[in-house]
Each structure stands twice: as C-alpha cells, then as structure tokens.
C-alpha cells in the first residue's frame, strides 16, 4: 500500500498545492501551457515566489534593447527575495542576465547594416558611443568632442533618447517583491499589499514539515500560544531590536500579519526611548564638549525660547524662568510624547508604523559614513607622447556616529572604513587626544571632534511645515583648537594659493581642508622634499632660542638708539622728519613712495567702500537675464558681459579722474597695441608686440609722459623765442589741457604694470588662435570650476578679444597702479564665474592682517628714523660697525613694508570686488636663505607673468651641459636686463639686475657639487653646509638690493668699508654670521612644518 492511500489527508494537501502552483504559473505566463513542473513538497506557511528575472540595464556604450518575447512552453527563472531591510523597501535589480531569443550582432545568419553617415550632434554621440563600446577610444573621444562642439547639451539628449525616467518608474513597479497569487486569486488579477496581508488574517503558525515524509510533524508550541501572550513577546523582542522583529515576518505568514498589523507593538516602539520618537533630542542635552550643561546655557536657552514666543506687544510676565536641569527634561518628555501624537494622525495617517518608517529619527547601533570622491587632473609627463593627460580621484570620507545622550563623534579623513569604524568610541578619542598613543592602531582618532547633535524643531524654521522641519539635523563640533591670531596668520588666510596645488579646484578641497592632518604630517609629500620630524623641542633649538632672544632685542635697540633725539647726528636729519600721532616721537616721512600712499589712505578707503556698491547699482540697472531655459555657459556669458561692461565704464572715469586729459594719451596706446594683437598676421603679433611695448617704456621714461605743449611745438614747428614771446594758440591749447593733469599728472610713472597686462592681453589671443591649449569641454572640466592653472592655460573665447575688454582688464580700477597682476584669460575666467576662494570670512581676516602691516610700518618709522639717516647723506664713518650694519638691514625692511602695504590694500580691494589676484609676497624679507626662492616669493604675480611670456617661451634653464649652462645663463640676464629696465632706466637697477644674475650661479653649483642624495646617511652635516651655503646667500641678496634701491653702489662700499675698517668691526661680523646661521637653521625648520602640513610653497 502507498503512503498517499495510507495518509488521504496528505493526498489532498498535494492536490491543493499543484492546484495553487498552476494558478500562479496561469498568472505569469498566461499564453504558457500547463506546467510540467514536478512539485515539491512544499508547507502553505512558506511558499516560494516564482517570477521572471527582470531585465539588466544595458551598458552605457550602447543604446537597450527591446526585451525579446517570452517563448511558449518556457521555464521561468526563480529567484528567492532576501528582505534584510527593517521597512520592507522593495528593491530594484539591474544586473540579471538580458534574455534575448534572436541572435545577435556576430552570430551566424545577422547581417549588419551599413548606417549613414552622422550629420546631427546626436548622431555624433551615438557613434561615439558604438566606437568606446568596440575598443576604439581615440576615434571615440574624436567623435565626442564634434558632438559637443555642435551641442554642448547632447549627452543629456542621448540620456533621454535611451535611458528615459519612464523606463526606471517600470522597473519599480514591476521589480522584485510581488506577492504570489494564491490559489483563490482570479487569473490576470493583482493583489494590493494591504488586501495580500489581509488574507493571512486567517491563517495559524504551521509547524515546520517532518523531515521524514510520512512521519508526524515536529511540535510547534509558539503556534499554541494565545495571540495576547504572542503579542507581549513580539513587543519585547522588538525593544530589544526592531530589525530582528520585523526579520520575524519572513518566517511565516501568521507572524507576518502580526508584524505588519499589530498597532500596540508599533505604538509602543514609537512612544518608547529605545528606538522611538522619545529617545530623539530636540534640543542640545550636552555641550560641544560632552560637559553637562551649566545654568549659564540654561538661562539662555531660556532667553530664545522667550525671544521666539514673544508676543506683539512685548509682555513680559509671558518670560518664564529658566529650569533645572530635572524639570527640563519632564518637559521635553511631555513635548516629545505630545508631538508623535498629535503627528500620529495629522501626517501619518493613524498608523504606527507608517510613523516609524517615514518620520526622522536617529539610529545609535552605528555610524554614519559619507564618501565623496572628487576628479583633479594631474600634470602629463613631459616625455611621454600620450595626448592626454592624467586624472586622479580623490576620496576622502566622514564619519558620524551619534551616541543616545545627545553627543557625537565626526571625524573628516582618508582611511578606510575597515581602519575606522571600530575605533568610534569615547574611549579611542579620550585616548588620542593631544596626539597621544601614535603607536596604536586606533591613532586615526587623533583628528576626531567632540560633538551634540539634536533634530529641528518648528523654531528653528518658522513658516515650514512640521514635515520639512523634521528632516534637519543639527550638528556642532569644536573647532580646529587654534586661537585667533593662529588662524588670522595661517597661508591659507593669506591665500589659497599657498594651501591648495595650482591644478586643483579649489571648490572640490572645500570641505577637505581637514582631511586627515595626521597622514599629512607622517608621510612625505609624493614627488617633494622629504618630511622629516620636528625638532622645535630639541636641545638644538632651545639654544636657537636663546640666541633669539637675545639678538632680536638687541637690534632693535641699536636702531632705535641711532634714532633718539639725544644722538649728536639728530640734527642733520631732523628735517626730514615730521610730527607723529605718538606722543614725544616723530615719523620718518622720507620715503616719497610711503608718503603719497599714506597721504591718500582716507580717499583710496573711500574708493574701496565705493566702487563695489557702483558696481551693484550697476547690476541692478543691468541685471541679468532670468531665464530659466539659458545653459550654464550662456548664464556665464552674461555674468561676463555685465561685469566687463562696468569695468570699461568705470576705466573711463577712473582714467579721467587720475589722468585728466592725459587719459586720452594712455586710450591712444592701448588702441594701438590692440590694432597689432588682433589685426596683423599670426606669425608677426609676438615681435611686433614686443617691440611695441619695449619702445613704449623708453618713450615714457624719454618724452616725460609726452605733455599736449610739446606736441603742439611739435606740429606747430615754431621757434624757443616764439614760443617765450607769442606762442600759438596750438601752444596754448596744449598748455591749457595739461593744466588738466587729474591727481596724477605724472601717468607714466606707473605705466609699467599696464605695459604687462598689453603684454598678456596680446600673447594669450595670440596663443588662443593657434591652439596652444584645448577649450574646458575638450578637456572635460567644469568652466565654472577651474584650477588657477586651467584659468590661466585656457584661452579665452574669441568673442573676448574685444577693445572694451582690453581697456576693462588694462585700466581696472583695483589693480591699475600697483597690481597684483593677473593675465587676461585669467581675468575673463574670473569674470564669467565668481571665484570660490573669495569668501567673506577669509577677506574681513586678510583686511585685518593688512592693518596690522600698517601699523607695524607706523611704529618703526616713528621709532627708527633709518630712511631720514640715509636721506641726509650722512658721515658713514661715524656709526660703529653694528649700527652700520642693522641700518641697512631695517632699511631693506621698511622697502619690504612700503611696497607690501599697497600691493595688499589694492588685492583687498579686487577681493571686494569678486576678483582674486595672487598675493605678491609670500614670506617676510627676513625668512629668505636662497636667491632662487627669494625670488619666487618676491612679487610673486610679476614673477609668474616673467615665467609665462619670457622665461619659458626663452626654452628655460637647464645646467646638464656646457652648452646648456651658457644658454641658461644668457636666459637669465635676458629676463632680469627686462625686469630691470622695467622697473626704470637707470645705471644702478641694471647693476642690480645683473648682479643678482651672478649671485644665482654659485647657489646653483652648490647644489650640483652637494646634490642632497649623496648626503642622506648625514642629514645633520648635510644641514649645515646647507646653513652655511645660506648665510653667504643671505649677504648677498642684501648687497644686492641695497645697491639697487638704497644706497648704491657708491653707498655700499662706504657702508663695507666702514664695518671692516677695524677689529671690532671683523668681530661684529663673525658674530652676525653666527646669528644669521641660527636664523636659517629656524627658516629650514618653519618650512619643515608647512611639508607636515602637506604645504610645499617652494620658497
């Protein structure tokens, strides 16, 4: 006898469930004939969900394909869903084979059709797309960039075409998570999720099926159970953990209903502390720093909540007084308690569980992990012959992990979450701070913050919804732990340029400027100079500190005693002296350059509060298109046109103002050089250029600003006794105009930097037209992102070569006198997008940092009258070896001090105006050993604009042979004969230049006869020679710049004589060498600082 005749009721449980297997394969495959699936053995209480597979997107390179239609007769894939999620969130798959039932492209009997040729963008893109899809990258990226050049928008017209948002909103709604048809489920018919767990109200926990067919099933007495008791159980399981309560509805259909059903226990969850809704903080609870919070915090907390309540009329009797600490938190308890209801059935819908899925909350059995990734290109190596160049990705993460008493743990850095998330205790933070404990393996949490986080409240947003305030969360963490002068005085207050590489957007490091300090400091920096470890607290450098402290002091005293009334040489300088705003000392107001900038401090303070607010007046006469249709290059264009066509404007006025007539002068000028940049042939412009510009700082210097009365004797052509005795009225024509001169008759003087900027405005169209550097799309950036390096690299557009831009960016107002210079694809870039270095924060500190320089020049003039001395021609052979010696160090300062002040007033004044131009000097005169990085840090823009137009079109340097020793040599004194006439004609400057030519050449064999590889067994030795190759250095930068912009030559070698004329005078100079020696031993040492920070200013 059969087991199925000896057990019937087995027998008709098998005919039920084939019964409900042929119902569901009915459903779908409804053209499918019967099943001739051999069933299994199968309990009611777990049945297997048996759907098709859903089709995987189709790659990116090529476009989808239509799904093929199902086959007769066949099988259908099965496919178990694994439910992990607590919400029962249905997920979407992508990455299943693609069933397909013709053949396919390369299979025997296909045949492929030869398409036309493209003619739209989009025809481009797509054959650009088959071309990467078979390997053939360069025809691709060649393909792609004619598509972007007829349509900068064709790769969303591709998206749209293949991968439209229709096809995603299928794919979910026929996804994974259907519920299987029941064998009481009309065929084709389809079961709501609420009416599909409605029909397991009915049903019992099923025991699990014997494992032996035939024999009893195992007991189950959870199934014997009351559903009173089940529920308590179910609760307290998911106090205990919601995910494994909710993981209970897997198990079968009777606990699913109860999971999904059972309001008390979701009810519970919510109104309980462990998961729900009370244990959420809307309000601070701890400090930043974990402390308790005191009364202080208490009463104002009470002061805002007063504030934020108060009525209309002001009454004050509403104010209430602060709580303690025990009552605050009853009533933030019958506050939160009172909020989940009355949200309960006003947003979501009287349902519990809907609450707990959608409403905000907090989780504390983790952290939280956000991973950005950034693309920054790389710089292609110079012998390699790839096209293109090399990008790097960058990922840096943040880690937040909130704990329940209302604290956190954030910490921002570069490892990996298997090397972190481990380590996100109160413990590992406690353990690390202040840097200790490197040696262990949680030292990660060194740069780890100190938290609280609460949720938003109604007050915090007023007039939003209840739903949209919810969703914000509220973080605070300490700060960096530097005081104010210590962030005041970092570079990166100073500029960007110093912190962030040249081919780095400075947007995409924002939020990295933490990142991962620790690593910063203990690996060297790829491709520089080796990091080595602090020796600030050595033994070594606590005799340097003595030192200083003894020697600066005292140099200041020798100065300052030179400088006293009671000095029997006071008198023969007094009367370069004038009264001073400190009581009982006179200033130093010798120096003609010092004294116009501070004469005009009030007026140009004015121009800076002026000149940005004309310019909004400006934007709001002109403003900017508001259409919601332009592409972000049309916006950017716009942007561009509105803020040239102020600078033209305001440049003519500006003009007029400084220049009177003579600006008429300066526009002929400007026409002509813009006639030979965009009117003559290609090959010409450069020449041309600068034969032009060279010619028109000779004529400056010889015709003395050319005045309308010598150009009218000129034309009128009458004789020295006319024009005494009866001059022409051509003659007083042109005196009448230059009595007209505006606040600077002598235009000239300052010409030199417009002469730069024609330079630039000349060579960057000439490099524009002859393809010297690819648009942003061909180089796949973002334009409104650029690196300084691609601001300045990539041209501008032809449409930019305008006269009105050439006058904008020649005669712009903040940067016309002085500079910082900025070449004109730069100042185009930074026209069409605002600069995301420029920041409110960083100006209002770089403000404070330029009055602070002002000051400090008010008080060594008011106390070392060094200029005045120098000015009355004195008797050098009266001062002693140390004071001739210390005067002509503070004077070389205070021309350090006279040309930072303006340079730093007019760059504040283009930050104001959204315009970032880089800082000229990067270190104090007295924080240079190296000729070759003095000048890299000397004004700087003048430096990198002598790199660009000059030194590198020249071939640059290089000392690997003979030959290329001499012609790096002629490159040297070529483009220091220009800086040097650049700066004026004179005997002296052109000494000055050629002599810094040859004080480079003995550092420069230094470092080949001493190459550093071969002294990395004796770093210590090998620092200092490098110490004593500074101090020779460091004596010839000061004689070379006393010779060209102090004393002269003449002057010099009076000054050398009078220090060696005796004994004391060898001794006083043995002993400064030795103070300048522990200085640069210092200098090495700050610069070792900034590579542990991960900054390489090479200078």
Not at 111 to 130: M, R
Not at 356 to 382: E, H, K, M, Q
Request: glycine share 6%; hydrophobic share 40%.
């Amino acid at each position: 006898m059969s087991s199925a005749d000896s057990n019937p009721e087995l027998e008709s449980f098998r005919e039920q469930w084939k019964a409900e297997v042929q119902s569901r394969h009915t459903i779908q495959h409804p053209e499918a004939g019967p099943s001739t699936t051999r069933p299994h053995r199968q309990s009611q209480s777990q049945p297997q969900a048996q759907a098709a597979a859903p089709a995987r997107r189709a790659p990116l390179t090529e476009p989808p394909r239509q799904p093929a239609a199902p086959e007769p007769n066949k099988k259908s894939k099965v496919r178990r869903e694994e439910e992990e999620d607590e919400d029962y969130v249905p997920t979407v798959t992508f990455d299943e084979p693609v069933e397909t039932t013709g053949p396919t492209l390369g299979e025997p009997g296909t045949t492929v059709s030869t398409k036309p040729d493209p003619v739209t963008a989009l025809e481009y893109y797509e054959k650009a797309v088959e071309r990467e899809a078979a390997g053939n990258h360069g025809d691709s990226v060649t393909l792609y960039r004619k598509a972007f050049r007829m349509d900068d928008r064709v790769d969303q017209k591709y998206k749209n075409k293949y991968f439209p948002q229709a096809a995603y909103k299928t794919a979910s709604a026929t996804g994974s998570g259907a519920a299987p048809a029941t064998a009481s489920q009309k065929p084709g018919q389809r079961q709501s999720m609420k009416e599909l767990i409605t029909s397991f109200s009915a049903l019992s926990i099923e025991p699990a099926p014997p494992e032996i067919e035939g024999t009893p099933q195992p007991p189950c007495p959870i199934a014997e159970i009351p559903d009173e008791i089940l529920v308590h159980i179910l609760r307290d399981v998911s106090l205990l953990d919601v995910g494994d309560f909710v993981r209970l509805a897997r198990v079968c259909k009777r606990l699913a209903f109860l999971v999904v059903t059972e309001d008390r226990i979701w009810r519970r969850i919510c109104l309980g502390t462990e998961f729900g809704f009370n244990g959420m903080h809307y309000n601070w609870q701890r400090q930043i720093t974990w402390e308790p919070l005191t009364d202080e915090d208490l009463v104002q907390e009470a002061e805002k909540a007063a504030a934020s309540a108060e009525s209309p009329d002001g009454d004050e009797d509403s104010i209430l007084p602060p709580l303690t600490l025990e009552e605050r938190a009853e009533q933030q308890d019958a506050e939160k308690t009172t909020n989940t209801l009355s949200l309960y059935k006003s947003l979501y819908s009287s349902s519990w569980l809907r609450m707990f899925r959608l409403r905000p909350r907090i989780r504390f059995n983790g952290c939280y992990i956000s991973t950005v990734n950034y693309v920054r290109s790389g710089a292609a190596n110079s012998n390699s012959i790839s096209w293109n160049t090399p990008l790097h990705i960058v990922t840096y993460y943040r880690y937040l992990r909130f704990f329940r008493d209302g604290t956190c743990i954030s910490l921002l850095t570069t490892a990996e979450p298997i090397n972190v998330v481990h380590h996100m205790t109160r413990e590992a933070v406690a353990l690390h701070r202040g840097g200790a404990a490197t040696h262990l393996p949680s030292t990660v949490m060194q740069t780890a913050l100190k938290g609280r986080w609460r949720l938003a409240k109604p007050v915090d947003n007023l007039g939003a919804s209840l739903s949209e305030v919810e969703g914000n969360l509220i973080v605070e963490t300490e700060g960096d732990g530097r005081c104010f002068l210590e962030r005041l005085y970092d570079l990166d207050t100073l500029d960007t340029r110093f912190t962030t590489p040249s081919n780095v957007p400075y947007r995409a490091i924002v939020d990295s400027r933490e990142v991962d300090k620790r690593e910063k400091q203990l690996s060297p920096l790829r491709g520089g100079p080796t990091v080595e470890k602090s020796r600030w607290r050595t033994p070594e450098f606590l005799l340097y500190w003595v030192v200083l402290l003894v020697a600066v002091p005292t140099m200041f005293w020798v100065a300052y005693d030179v400088s006293r009334p009671s000095d029997p040489r006071y008198e023969r300088y007094e009367r370069w002296l004038s009264p001073g705003w400190i009581p009982g000392r006179k200033i130093d107001n010798s120096d003609a350059q010092y004294r116009t900038f501070r004469k005009n401090m009030p007026a140009m303070a004015a121009l800076l509060v002026f000149h940005p607010l004309l310019r909004r007046v400006w934007n709001a006469i002109r403003p900017l298109p508001n259409n919601s249709r332009d592409t972000a290059a049309e916006v950017a264009d716009a942007r561009s046109r509105q803020r040239t066509s102020f600078d033209f404007a305001f440049a003519i006025l500006f003009l007029v103002i400084l220049h009177g007539f003579s600006a008429a002068k300066i526009l002929v000028i400007l026409a002509i050089n813009y006639r030979i940049g965009t009117g003559l042939p290609r090959k010409y412009i450069p020449a041309a250029t600068w034969i032009f510009n060279i010619c028109t700082l000779f004529a400056n210097e010889i015709g003395k600003g050319y005045s309308y009365r010598n150009i009218a004797i000129l034309f009128a052509g009458e004789s020295a006794r006319d024009i005494v005795s009866d001059p022409s009225s051509l003659v007083r024509l042109g005196e009448w105009l230059d009595s007209y001169g505006g606040i600077m008759r002598r235009w000239e003087v300052l010409f030199n930097i417009t002469v730069l900027r024609l330079v630039s405005f000349n060579l960057d169209y000439y490099w524009s037209i002859g393809g010297r550097s690819a648009s942003p799309i061909e180089k796949q950036l973002d334009p409104a992102n650029l690196s300084e390096r691609d601001r300045i690299a990539i041209p501008a557009s032809p449409n930019d070569f305008t006269f009105r831009n050439l006058v904008g960016y020649a005669i712009y107002a903040p940067l016309y006198l002085t500079g910082p210079i900025i070449t004109f694809n730069d100042y185009i870039s930074q026209s069409r997008y605002r600069p995301a270095t420029i920041e409110s924060s960083r100006t209002w500190k770089y403000a404070l940092r330029f009055v602070l320089v002002l000051l400090v020049m008010e008080l060594v003039l008011h106390y070392d009258y060094i200029g005045a001395i120098a000015k009355s021609r004195p008797e050098w052979s009266t001062y002693t070896a140390a004071q001739l010696s210390l005067l002509s160090y503070f004077n070389l300062h205070i021309i350090w001090l006279k040309l930072l002040l303006p340079w730093r007033f007019f760059r504040l004044w283009a930050l104001t105006d959204g315009i970032d131009p880089p800082e000229n000097m990067l270190r104090c005169v007295s924080n240079n050993y190296s000729t070759l990085s003095f000048w890299r840090g000397w004004h700087r823009s003048y430096y990198r604009w002598l790199l660009r137009y000059i030194y590198i079109p020249l071939g640059g340097t290089s000392f690997r042979t003979t030959l290329d020793a001499i012609r790096s040599v002629i490159t040297y004194l070529v483009v220091f004969t220009f800086v040097a006439l650049w700066h004026d004609i004179k005997l002296n400057l052109l000494i000055w230049g050629w002599l810094i030519v040859i004080f480079f050449l003995p550092e420069i064999a230094a470092s080949y006869a001493f190459p550093k590889k071969k002294w990395e067994n004796r770093p210590g030795t090998y620092r200092v020679l490098c110490g004593l190759g500074g101090v020779l250095n460091v004596l010839m930068m000061m004689a070379a710049n006393m010779v060209g912009f102090a004393f002269g030559f003449d002057g010099l070698k009076e000054i050398v004589g009078g220090i060696f004329r005796d004994y004391s005078g060898f001794t006083f100079f043995i002993t400064a060498c030795c103070c300048l020696f522990v200085g640069i031993q210092i200098m090495f040492e700050i610069r070792q600082s900034e590579l542990r920070k991960g900054i390489n200013m090479k200078c």
